[in-house]
């Protein structure tokens, strides 16, 4: 089974910087099965990004996912008020059948 | 609009059982297959199970295999999850959400593309 490690745990900063969070996976994932979520308290996940670079509609596009094999990036280029809230990476596993999330990563304001 | 209403979760003893419901609306609901993600308090995101949108394929997590029932009724629209034999560790906020398969470059994508508000499940003595 395939586990997907983000870091860090906790980023800080300020509105208007850049954030890059990081999903490293124990083993080689199909980009095609890597998608990211947005998690604000008490709500529901939010699809950000899938095909490990695909923006998802509506989305601003100050967000941009890259990566491959084991290592994978979203970016959030300038950090709006918004945008602080936890981050989940994402892969299909194939075997066994299922989804498999990363632990999050949460953007807190500095 | 998409829409997806998590209903039925609730106090429940520890061996007990509750069945969730998830009302979808704003698509063809019999088209698509669905997942059930859970999160329990302040905790990060756990995969269910899923079903496909005519029920050949269904797939359990580890930890509620053989516990746990995904169905799905196509012609009310809705998706089920009956749990039985509850613990304390499946406490958690059940979302159930839409799957897409589009073709991406490389082969097919998979994510889940529309969740539901959720509902608590609180397994407690």
């Known amino acids: 089974e395939i586990v997907l490690t983000q870091s860090p745990g906790t980023l800080s900063l300020s509105p208007g910087e850049r954030a890059t969070l990081s999903c490293r996976a124990s083993q080689s994932v199909s980009s095609s099965y890597l998608a990211w979520y947005q998690q604000k308290p008490g709500q529901a996940p939010r699809l950000l990004i899938y095909g490990a670079s695909s923006r998802a509609t509506g989305i601003p596009d100050r967000f941009s996912g890259s990566g491959s094999g084991t290592d994978f990036t979203l970016t959030i280029s300038r950090l709006e008020p918004e945008d602080f809230a936890v981050y989940y990476c994402?892969?299909?596993?194939?075997?066994?059948?299922?989804?498999?999330f990363g632990g999050g990563t949460k953007v807190e304001i500095k | 609009e998409v829409q997806l209403v998590e209903s039925g979760g609730g106090l429940v003893k520890p061996g007990g059982s509750l069945r969730l419901s998830c009302a979808a609306s704003g698509f063809t609901f019999s088209s698509y297959s669905m997942n059930w993600v859970r999160q329990a308090p302040g905790k990060g995101l756990e995969w269910v199970s899923s079903i496909s949108s005519s029920s050949s394929y269904i797939y359990y997590a580890d930890s509620v295999k053989g516990r746990f029932t995904i169905s799905r009724d196509n012609a009310k629209n809705s998706l089920y999850l009956q749990m039985n034999s509850l613990r304390a560790e499946d406490t958690a906020v059940y979302y159930c959400a839409r799957e897409r398969n589009p073709v991406c470059s490389g082969g097919s994508c998979y994510f889940l593309d529309y969740w539901g508000q959720g509902t608590l499940v609180t397994v407690s003595s």
């Open positions: 994402q892969q299909y596993g194939s075997s066994p059948r299922g989804l498999t």
